[in-house]
């Protein structure tokens, strides 16, 4: 995992190992719910995305979100308000804690990119911040 702007976390992005049990069968990744920061509600993943397109771009406002990186690379784009960070993840035993009013972006996914997302909440339209002044403003305003 490589941070490449900041090597501070702020305080709602942390990092999450998941158990790796390896045998002549291949690798399994275990992570209990109760090892988690929130119980999962919850699951998606994210493939096939076309070459240099966005996901995210946006704030939750209650929802917190888990993505492992299962396949492939990606970078993660996260703003706090105050702090920028960019993290490369490419380890499928790593996956990086993102909390509530945090802006979040993923690019630079590679070909072969499946990420999976845990959520802390069931999708909900109006929890989602899309824009980022919106965002700023909010973040001001708390």
Known sequence: ME????IRLPE????????????????????????LPFDVK???????????QTRGGHAHRICAEIIFPIK???????????TKNKYTLNDPNTGIYIGP????????????????????HPYIPNGYIQDYKSFKNEICNK
């Open 72 to 82: 492939g690379t990606l970078d993660i784009t996260t703003d706090d308000g105050t």
């Open 101 to 120: 009013m945090v802006w979040c972006e993923l690019n630079n996914f590679s070909e072969d990119c499946v990420c999976l997302v845990l959520a802390s």
């Open 12 to 35: 709602e992005v942390k990092f999450v190992k998941s158990k790796r049990i390896d045998d002549c069968r291949g690798s399994l990744y275990v992570t209990d719910n109760s090892e």
């Open 42 to 52: 919850r699951v998606f993943w994210i493939t096939n995305i076309p070459k240099n």
């Open 3 to 6: 941070e490449k702007i900041d």
